[in-house]
C-alpha cells in the first residue's frame, strides 16, 4: 500500500475545486482516464490520497498535465490557471 499524502485544508479544498472545473485540456479523453481522475478527486476529498492513486495516473493519457496540477497545489501556487472560467 501506498504512502499516504496529507494535504492541508486550503490545498484540499482548492484541489477539488479545480478538479471539479477542469478546463478541457487537462480532462481525460478515456473513460479510463475520467474514472482515475474521479478517484483520485474522491481520495483527496476523504483524505485517502496515497502515492499509489498517483502512479494509477500513470495510465491516463494526460498524466503529465494532471501531476502538474498537483505539484502547483504541493507548492500552493495559483491553481486558477487549470479551472475553466
Known sequence: MGKNISLNEKVKKE?????ENLKDDYVP???DGVLIG???KD???KNTL???NLLELKKCEKYNKIVNILRA???N???SIFENK
Open 77 to 79: 501556487l495559483d491553481l
Open 15 to 19: 484541489l477539488l475545486h479545480v478538479f
Open 43 to 45: 481520495a483527496i476529498e
Open 29 to 31: 479523453n478515456s473513460a
Open 38 to 40: 474521479l478517484k483520485i
Open 73 to 75: 497545489a504541493n507548492l
Open 50 to 52: 496515497t502515492t499509489d
